[in-house]
């Protein structure tokens, strides 16, 4: 979160910014979910209701029934009133049924999914956003796209802890359980940029949990604005994808984060741990084209106990491997020929 705002200075936005009017009034992104903001007025209005009631009488009784005098005599020494005893208790236990069953409606909603929702899926880790989308396109991290009026249905993956799936916008949320697949969709109704949330306290950098979401018209989906590949420049190509997934643990800058910093990698002599055995390699094409396909072959001395997403064919290809070793190059001495 804190990291987006600093990309964005000029407009800093505050979560629950979004959804809602310059009078403070929710206003509907995704079609489907009006029943959240309705069930919250209902409830929202029901409680200011029965605050006015309640504090009413009381302020009143207070008032009209206060001993005005030391010695005045008790004005009544009534302790029970069934009738009213028993309005009191079915009149709010009906209310909550209500809020209930009608909460209970919307959660099913939100995960019975239509025919025609595209699906994606959303795995999330310690501490970002992956998305895949259908037909194998490559995927983005920390960025997401949808089109704008066609239901999104996203399965929920976790590879580490909880997590919580939060679009304030969208009035979805979603726990993101370990060892289990959930379901959310909901349709965005208008264009524009959103935020993604993580809302279950997953660790040290739960608040950088975040994902910008774009909801795009269908002819700009069409052309997958989240793919930067041009075959032309396969360094850049190469960048963009470190930025949309490796950059969460890999550092240009020789800081270490999960994995070790990417900075002077290339051709350097390595210590790594293959099959209980400490021995070094050069890192060179072979070596890091490994590195992506099968992270646990050899681990890097200092990061034994680290693990690393691995990435098939169909999320990296053959290209897009060298496009990212063209850009490792470039982060090292040994890799660039000018220097
Ligand atoms: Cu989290």
Redesign the pocket.
Known sequence: MISYLLQDPAKPVHAMAEGVDQYGQLTKLASTFSHVDNLFYFTYVVCIFFFVLITGVLFYSVVKYRRKTFDQPAVSNRTHNTPLEVVWTVVPLIIVMVMFAWGWKGSLDMTVVPADARQYKAL????NWTFFYPNDAVPSSGELWLEVNKPAAFTLE?SD????FYMPSMRVKRD?VPGRFQTVWFQPTTEGEFHLF??????KD?SQ?YAKVHVVSADVYRTRPWDTWDDKNPKKGGENLYKSLCASCHTINGTKLTGPTWKDLWGKQEQVVEAGQIKTVTVDEAYVIESIRKPDQKKVVGFEKANMTAFDDKVIDEKRVKGIIEYMKSLSNAGSEKK
């Open positions: 999330a880790k310690q501490w976790s802890v909880l997590h919580a993101v993580c809302a279950e306290y997953c660790g739960h949990m």
